[in-house]
C-alpha cells in the first residue's frame, strides 16, 4: 500500500508508547477508588461521584491518618473532620448555609449525609473502615471536609468502593445507576458491527470486480470498531460485577487507538479520492496524517487518565480539555486535504480535459465531507452537551446517541463508497476516463 509505507514507523512507535502508557496506567482501579492525601489543609476535597439506587453502599477505609501538628481535642474537636455525602443541589444550599454563618463547617449542614467524623477514631488507632448504606436514590459526591484551623494538616489514604445493591439477587453493581445498562449497549453495537462486517465482506465477495483496496480497508475499520465495543462491553461488565478493570480495557485501549488512526486515515483516503481517482496521497495529505497519529496517541492517553481517575482527581480536568482539543484538531486537520483536493482540481480543470472529469466527481465527494462535519460536530459537541445535561439516571442516553451517530456515519460512508461499476463517486476504468476526456475535449472543439 502506497501510503502506509511512510507513515509505518511513526505509527509502530505510537503503538509502542501507547502500551508503555497502558501498561502504567492499567494498574488503577475503576470504580473502587484509592485516594491518597499528603499532608493537605484543603476544607473541602471532593473525592468521587457516583449514582445511587434506593439499595446503594458505600465502603469507606482510611488507614495512615496522619495530623501535622496533633490537635488537641479541647481546642479542636475531631468531630469537625471527617466524610459526608452530598448531592449537587444541596451543595448549594450548604454554601448558603456557610456564607450566612448559620454553620461554621459543612459537617454541621443538615443537607448532608454525615458517613464518618474522626471523632470516633480511638486515640491510637490511625485507620477506621465503615460501611454506609444510601436508600434516597440520588447522584452524590463522596467528600472529605477538613474545618480545624489551616495550620492543621492531614495525610492518610483513603480507599472508597460504592455499589447499588441489586434487587432479587442483592448482588453488587458497581457501575452508578445510570450507567449500569452499558454493557448491554455496548454489546448490541458491537454485534450490529460485525453483523454489517459480514454483509460488507459479502458486498465484496459479490461485486469482486469493482473492489478497491480502500474497501477492505473500510472492512478493517468496522471489524476493529465491532473489536472495540466487544472489549468496553466486557471491560465495563466486569467493572460492573467487580468494582475493577481487569485487562479487557488494555484491549479495549488498543483497538480506539488502531480505530481512531484508521478512521481518520480512511476519511482522509475517501475524502481525498484515494484510490477512485488517484493512486497515491500528496504530499500535504501525507503531512496532515503524519499530525493526526501523534494527535491520536495523545487523544488515547488523554482518554485512559480520564476513564481511570477520580473526576476530582489532580489534573483530571486538564486532561479532559486535553483531550477534547485534540480531538477536535484531528477532526479539523482531516477535512484540510478534502479541501485542497477539490481546489486543485478546479484549478486543473481549468487546463485539462481529463481533470475535469475529476472535479466532477470531487465535487460530489463534497457531500460527504459535509457529512463528515456534521457527524464531526455531533459526536463531540451535540453528545457532550447532552453529557452534562441529562439526569445522572439517563447517562447511557449520551452513550447511545453518540453510537447511533456513528453507526449512521459508517453505514452512509459504506453506502456511498460501495463498490458498484455505476457508482458515481468511482473513477471509472481508464478506457472509460480517456473517452470522457476525448468527449470533453469535443465539446470544448465545438464550442470553439
Ligand atoms: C475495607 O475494609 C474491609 C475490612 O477490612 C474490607 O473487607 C473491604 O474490602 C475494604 N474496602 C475497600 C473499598 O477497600
Known sequence: ????????????????????????????????????????????????????????????????????????????????????????????????????????????????????TLEKLGSNEDRFATVFSQDDANQYTLVFANCLSQQFRVSMDIDSAMYNLDGKSGTRDYLSAG???????????????????????????????????????????????????????????????????????????????????ILFTLIVLIGTGWSFLKPYLQDKEKKVLMIVIPLQVIANIAQIVIDETSPYGHDWATWKQLFLLVDVVCCCAVLFPIVWSIKNLREAARTDGKAAVNLMKLTLFRHYYIVVICYIYFTRVVVYALE?????????????????????????????????????????????????????????????
Open 1 to 116: 500500500m502506497m501510503l502506509s509505507r511512510p507513515a509505518i514507523s511513526p505509527s509502530a512507535l505510537a503503538v509502542a508508547a501507547a502500551l508503555v502508557v497502558l501498561a502504567f496506567l492499567s494498574r488503577c482501579d475503576a470504580e473502587i477508588r484509592r485516594t491518597e492525601i499528603r499532608s493537605d489543609n484543603r476544607r473541602i476535597i471532593p473525592l468521587d461521584d457516583f449514582g445511587f439506587t434506593h439499595r446503594g453502599q458505600l465502603e469507606l477505609n482510611a488507614s495512615r491518618i496522619v495530623f501535622d501538628p496533633k490537635p488537641s481535642p479541647s481546642s479542636e474537636p475531631l468531630s469537625n473532620i471527617g466524610f459526608f455525602l452530598c448531592t449537587r443541589d444541596a451543595w448549594f444550599n450548604v454554601l448558603k448555609q456557610l456564607q450566612d454563618s448559620d454553620i461554621t463547617c459543612a459537617l454541621q449542614s443538615q443537607y448532608i449525609k454525615l458517613v464518618y
Open 179 to 261: 450507567k449500569t445498562v452499558l454493557p448491554r449497549i455496548y454489546f448490541v453495537f458491537s454485534l450490529i458491527y460485525f453483523v454489517l462486517s459480514v454483509v460488507w465482506v459479502n458486498v465484496l465477495y459479490k461485486k469482486r470486480v469493482t473492489v478497491f483496496k480502500i474497501h477492505f480497508f473500510m472492512l478493517a475499520v468496522v471489524l476493529l470498531k465491532g473489536l472495540n465495543l466487544l472489549c468496553e462491553a466486557e471491560d465495563k461488565s466486569y467493572i460492573k460485577r467487580t468494582g475493577s478493570a481487569h485487562g479487557w480495557d488494555i484491549l479495549f485501549y488498543i483497538f480506539s487507538f488502531l480505530k481512531g488512526i
Open 388 to 448: 452534562t445535561i441529562t439526569s445522572y439516571r439517563y447517562a447511557w442516553t449520551s452513550v447511545v446517541a453518540a453510537e447511533l451517530a456513528t453507526l449512521a456515519f459508517y453505514a452512509f460512508t459504506g453506502y456511498k463508497f460501495r463498490p458498484e461499476v455505476h457508482n458515481p463517486y468511482f473513477a471509472l476504468d481508464d478506457e472509460e476516463e480517456e473517452a470522457a476526456a476525448e468527449a470533453l475535449k469535443l465539446e470544448d472543439e465545438f464550442e470553439l
